[in-house]
């Protein structure tokens, strides 16, 4: 068992500090995304997993969250995998659920199995709305926030979009659906993956300026594939300067070079966002260590 899992305001309520001969300055709180496998009958994909994350363990991650399938496909291998990660690991696992299309006895079922397995933290989505008829009980994210809060003993997260989210009709709004979800009860927000760390940064500053004060946590994509980049960027919106998708267009091809330049643009990015002060940084793993190993290395 691990000794203590916490939650996620002791998680960021900590103050740590890198200091040298020439600065001193907070160390950012680290924590990783993983996904469960998919077409992993035997379970070997979910044991290189466990592998990848006893190399990242290294690096004393605060977290380990673990995304969700679309309603629900995969709830019982994510089930494994947080135990998996609770247990082996000793790492303190975070599940994604998300709550469209499930009913409320559903929802009330996971929570309980979660709370049984010891688990202190959630990050409450909505997820993406299905074709079709589907269940309506829970259509925004905030209602999932206030009905975890209304019984369950659990810190919650949630998404936070500085590009806005897809369907929102403007930044304002979106801001204020956000803002919502904290009123809430959300105690920490993650953010999709961005690039330009001004979009951050103003994003940051109009939600600080709308009263919300929870720390905002950039989640951080190691570029390692030109057409994985494009496939995951295809559905959300994404800004990617100018001059690193020149360059990587330009060598698209070339694989080493590729990963060399995503990890010296995420380590660009992560320094200056230490920089700036962030309370932590959430690297998008995509179940592999190597990259964020290199990228922390830079940084830390
Ligand atoms: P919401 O907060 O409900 O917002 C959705 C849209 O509705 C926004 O445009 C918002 O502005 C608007 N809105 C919100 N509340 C209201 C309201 N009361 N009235 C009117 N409009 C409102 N997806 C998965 O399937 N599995 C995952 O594990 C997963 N993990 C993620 C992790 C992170 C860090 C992020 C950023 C996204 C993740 N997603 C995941 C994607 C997410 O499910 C989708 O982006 C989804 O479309 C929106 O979910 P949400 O929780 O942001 O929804």
Redesign the pocket.
């Known amino acids: 068992m691990v000794e203590q899992l916490k939650n996620l305001n002791d998680i960021y309520s900590k103050e740590d500090y890198i200091e040298n001969m020439f600065f001193t300055q907070r160390r950012p709180i680290i924590s990783y ?1 993983v ?1 469960p496998p998919k077409n992993d009958q035997n379970g070997d994909k979910l044991n290189n997993l466990i592998q990848e994350l006893t190399v990242l363990k290294k690096y004393n991650p605060s977290l380990v ?1 673990v ?4 309603g629900g496909s995969n709830r019982e291998q994510s089930v494994d995998i947080i135990q998996r990660i609770k247990d082996e690991l000793k790492l303190n696992p975070m599940p ?1 659920f ?1 709550c469209v299309s499930c009913s409320e006895k559903d929802i009330k079922d996971y929570l309980t199995n979660i709370e049984r397995l010891g688990i202190k933290n959630i ?7 299905p074709d079709g008829e589907f269940c309506r009980d829970f ?4 209602e999932l926030v206030e009905f975890i809060k209304d019984g369950h003993d659990l810190s919650v997260a ?4 500085p590009e ?5 009709c403007s930044f304002e ?2 801001i ?3 803002k ?2 904290v009123d809430k009860g959300a105690d920490v927000i ?3 993956l961005f690039f330009d760390n001004n979009k951050y940064f103003s994003f940051v500053e109009v939600c600080a300026d709308e009263g919300i004060n929870v720390p905002i946590i950039p ?1 951080i994509l190691p570029v390692t594939n030109y057409n994985q980049l494009l496939k995951m960027t295809s559905l ?1 919106k994404v800004t990617i300067p100018k001059v690193f998708i020149d360059k990587l267009e330009k060598h698209k091809d070339d694989r080493d070079y590729t990963r060399k330049l995503g990890i010296d643009f995420a380590s660009y990015q992560c320094r200056q966002l230490i920089d700036a002060g962030v309370k932590g940084l ?1 690297f998008y793993t995509l179940n592999k260590s190597d990259a964020v190993c290199e990228i922390l290395e830079n940084i830390l």
């Not at 806005?164 to 929102?168: L, P, Q, R, V």
């Open positions: 995304e996904f969250s995304t969700y399938g679309a994604h998300t990050l409450a989505l909505r997820g993406d709305i259509l925004h994210a905030s949630v998404a936070g979009y806005t989210h897809n369907e929102s709004d979106d204020k659906w956000l919502y979800k993650y953010t999709q989640g959300c959430h």
